[in-house]
């Protein structure tokens, strides 16, 4: 095992983690430590845009798009940091500009702008072009763009190492960030890096579903190592589910396509988004549209002979303006379909997609140990973190705004924390808990296989916890659930050697998606209303009176070592805007 030191250690290398490493190079020294090469992390998927109030094509302030986020968030969204989001939008997009990112332009020069969903002017009076993009490669664009100037400024990167662990220790009776530990995947080596500060941007957790956008590495474990750790997660019943999905498949078509003009379509041909969302139409909130698609399949207006999706329709606009301005969709539609997007509809159904939720911080990217406390040393941005400008339903464009704005904050602040911090003392026997798990995976006999138990565990979050819950349905997910992670218990894996073993990491992987749908299902049986991503048919209507709050579940364990999800609840910052119904 090798012992590393460093005053400020980032993982994840999306870009909430280069952006932070950006900052935090320059004020500490500082290790990136990741599990994909940099390039590869999900921000480089990320399509349509990145929202920011430039007002480069039409009016537009920065209150609109606070009061569009904060709405679209079902007002579950901390109104101070949605107003932080939307104000250092503006500097966020020109900052990236300055390091040279090449977004799509008006005729001007100017940074061009198009329709998102749920983004508006004067407050709902009309969609607005707030999204600044370049073609459907925003986040691809955004992420080379990072990576470079990381290379410029001499980032010091660990590619290829798998964080499992956060270390902390009791100073003064206060539990305090210590480092983490991190296998090597080229070597099967342990590696312990102590940190005096430690910032999780590790990404999301969507692999839990099995039609979603996701990529296959997006298995929660930041999000999961805190957990094991006893800090809380917040809000984990709220999951995106995007409307535009390939058929079966979960591969996305940006919202981007909408926002150039295409149109949702049932079996009769009719544009039904009208009859949903009067003014907005297509372009309503995400919840909203992936609602209104399964209410049209179940009523009989679905497509195809199994009637199970809709089609998103692009034939009415100019080939010219397709091949600019959606390239890579237009070509996922002849690779995945062999569809002709210029003449034929394209089979869409919702995909999974966002975990609103996530370990909870404070607009300082600090991480909370509880409604009040830190964990002094610890921060988290992105999408493993919840500050929460997302509440109940993110707004498309606002994560790559989110991770550029929080993960900048980050930064600074674990860096200038790290250099009026001490080191604080490794706990006994730093990496014990990871080798003890390594150890078990290696050597267990037992006769069940990742692959069952992944598949096992995506059917019943598709089938029981999707876009329509219930407490029939929740309940029969948790049984679940509970059923694999007692099969897990006896996984075994083929490759029982060190270099490279990806089946291994799957293995521990799967441990992190059972532990976080356990969770997701838990908070989702106690919010008994609808609100933004979570439809309870059981409870139709939003309950502000008993629900206007976020959840905060912890996982408790007793003196035989049995474990239990704890659910408390934390108050919403609200400065200036009144919880109203919510139309678009
Ligand atoms: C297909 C798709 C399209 C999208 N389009 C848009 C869009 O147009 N606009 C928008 O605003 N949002 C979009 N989103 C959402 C947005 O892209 C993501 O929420 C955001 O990019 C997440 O960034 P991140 O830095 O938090 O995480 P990621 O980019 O996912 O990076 C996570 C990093 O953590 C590392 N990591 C994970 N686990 C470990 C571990 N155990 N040890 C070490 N390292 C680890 C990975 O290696 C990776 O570097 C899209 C998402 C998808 C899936």
């Not at 019943?237 to 003009?261: D, S, V």
């Not at 919010?527 to 905060?552: Q, W």
């Not at 579940?553 to 239990?564: K, M």
């Amino acid at each position: 095992m090798q012992i590393h030191k460093y005053d400020t250690v980032i993982v994840g290398a999306g870009g909430a983690g280069m952006r932070a490493a950006i900052e935090a190079t320059k004020r500490s020294r500082t290790a990136v430590l990741t599990k994909l090469y940099p390039t590869r992390s999900h921000t480089g998927a990320a399509q349509g845009g990145m929202a920011a109030a430039l007002a480069n094509v039409e009016e537009d302030n920065w209150e609109w798009h606070t009061f569009d986020t904060i709405k679209g968030g079902d007002y579950l969204v901390d109104q101070d940091a949605a107003e932080i989001l939307a104000k250092e939008a503006i500097d966020s997009v020109l900052d990236l500009e300055k390091m040279g990112l090449p977004f799509n332009r008006t005729p001007e020069g100017r940074i061009d702008q198009r329709r998102f969903g749920g983004h508006s002017r004067n407050h709902g009076e009309a969609p607005v072009r707030r999204s600044c993009y370049a073609a459907d490669r925003t986040g691809h664009m955004i992420l080379q763009t990072l990576y470079q100037n990381c290379v410029k400024q001499g980032v010091e990167f660990f590619n290829e190492f798998y964080v499992l662990d956060l270390l902390l220790n009791e100073v003064d009776g206060q539990r305090r960030t210590a480092g983490v530990v991190a296998l090597e995947l080229a070597t099967g080596e342990l590696h312990v890096f102590r940190a005096k500060a430690v910032v999780f941007a590790s990404g999301g957790n969507g692999k839990f579903y099995k039609v979603t956008s996701n990529a296959h590495t997006l298995t929660g474990d930041g999000q999961a190592a805190a957990w094991r750790r006893g800090l809380p997660l917040e809000d984990m019943e709220f999951f995106q589910f995007h409307p535009t999905g390939i058929w079966r498949m979960g591969i996305l078509l940006t919202e981007g396509a909408r926002g150039e003009g295409g149109i949702l379509r049932n079996k009769d041909g009719e544009r039904f988004m009208e009859k949903y969302a009067p003014v907005m139409k297509d372009l309503a909130s995400r919840d909203v549209v992936s609602r209104s698609i399964y209410t049209e399949i179940r009523e009989g207006r679905g497509c195809g002979p199994e009637g199970d999706h809709v089609y998103l329709d692009l034939t009415h606009l100019p080939p010219e303006q397709l091949d600019a301005k959606l390239p890579d969709i237009t070509e996922f539609a002849r690779t995945y379909l062999g569809i002709e997007p210029y003449t034929d509809p394209i089979p869409i159904q919702p995909t999974a997609h966002y975990a609103m939720g996530g370990i909870p911080t404070n607009v300082q990217g600090e991480v909370l140990a509880n409604n009040t406390d830190v964990v002094p040393g610890l921060y988290a941005a992105g999408e493993v973190a919840c500050v929460s400008v997302h509440g109940a339903n993110r707004l498309g464009t606002n994560s790559l705004l989110d991770i550029n704005v929080f993960g900048r904050r980050a930064g600074i602040a674990a860096a200038e924390y790290a250099s009026r911090a001490e080191f604080v003392e490794l706990p006994e026997a730093p990496e014990k808990f990871v080798a003890d798990e390594v150890a078990r995976m290696r050597e267990s006999t037992g006769s069940e296989r990742v692959t069952e138990i992944r598949k096992d565990l995506q059917e019943t979050m598709d089938r029981n916890a999707m876009v329509f819950r219930t407490e029939q349905t929740l309940k029969e997910a948790l049984e679940d659930i509970t059923a694999l992670r007692r099969r897990y218990r006896n996984v075994s894996i083929q490759d029982k050697g060190r270099r490279f073993n990806t089946d291994l990491l799957e293995a521990l992987e799967l441990g992190n998606l059972l532990e976080l749908a356990e969770v997701l299902v838990v908070s989702a049986l106690a919010r008994k209303e609808s609100r933004g991503g979570h439809y309870r048919e059981d409870y139709p209507h939003r309950d502000d009176v008993n629900f206007m709050r976020h959840t905060m579940a912890y996982r408790e364990v007793d003196s035989e070592g049995n474990e239990s999800i704890r659910l408390d609840y934390k108050p919403v910052v609200q400065t200036r805007y009144q919880p109203m119904e919510r139309k678009y």
